[in-house]
């Protein structure tokens, strides 16, 4: 079974620029999560999605990111204007459903740095 | 509000000798508990999970953590180390109330080096 793939892996752009993430989760898998890991910081959680809906997105930062599930499937988070203190890696995650005990499957993250 | 603490940011321990890494966490209910590995340049990789029932759980790579609902913890052990255990290790949890949203909290992580 294939894992959860995220593209790209690095990205370096200068404050003020946009950047956007791609990610494909598991087949099947409902219910999508975005996190952010900043370095020496366990992940925090961005957004998730339930198909192609909004469940959380409490902790989102609205006035520069904003993500996008269509079709239910892959997702795309963007970043505009990128601050320098959004330097980080970007981490999807998928699960079968959104069952509280279900574990999440994470993919290898997108490092981005921020100049 | 929930949170994690993982009290050791670094942990050492000999080849073949016994390992712990240290949890505790604090939700308004009943938890559910998580143990992630996460090598260099790769994502999170889930070890083990407790639900419920009982308090030791086993999981992957001979990994097995224990569940106290009296001290909040979920300690991470392992009877043997290997060097190739050395990883940042993180604990999260999730609060088994509330509705569709269910993100986990994580603690900020414990580098295991495991000296050959």
């Known amino acids: 079974e294939a894992g959860v793939a995220q593209s790209p892996r690095y990205k370096i752009i200068e404050k003020r620029q946009s950047v956007a993430f791609w990610c494909n989760p598991i087949s099947g898998h409902a219910t999508l999560y975005w996190y952010q890991q900043i370095l020496g910081q366990g992940p925090k959680l961005l957004i998730q999605?339930?198909?192609?809906?909004?469940?959380?997105d409490s902790q989102l930062p609205k006035d520069r990111f904003s993500a996008e599930r269509l079709k239910g499937v892959d997702s795309t988070l963007k970043i505009q204007p990128a601050k320098l203190e959004d330097s980080a890696v970007y981490l999807c995650?998928?699960?079968?459903?959104?069952?509280?005990?279900?574990?999440?499957?994470f993919g290898p993250g997108t490092r981005l740095l921020v100049l | 509000a929930q949170s994690v603490a993982q009290p050791e940011d670094q942990v050492n321990v000999a080849e073949g000798n016994p390992l712990t890494v240290k949890c505790t966490y604090s939700?308004?209910?009943?938890?559910?508990l998580f143990w992630y590995v996460q090598y260099p340049n790769r994502g999170l990789q889930f070890l083990l999970k407790?639900?419920?029932?009982?308090?030791l759980v086993k999981g992957s790579y001979g990994f097995e953590a224990e569940f106290n609902k009296s001290q909040t913890s979920f300690h991470l052990k392992k009877p043997s180390a290997l060097v190739s255990d050395s990883a940042l290790y993180f604990c999260?949890?999730?609060?088994?109330?509330?509705?569709?949203?269910?993100?986990?909290?994580f603690g900020k992580g414990t580098h295991l080096i495991i000296q050959p």
């Open positions: 407790y639900i419920t029932g009982d308090n």
């Open positions: 939700v308004s209910g009943n938890p559910y």
């Open positions: 995650a998928s699960s079968l459903s959104s069952g509280r005990e279900r574990a999440q499957y």
């Open positions: 999605f339930q198909n192609n809906g909004v469940v959380d």
């Open positions: 999260a949890v999730r609060d088994k109330s509330g509705g569709g949203a269910d993100g986990l909290t």
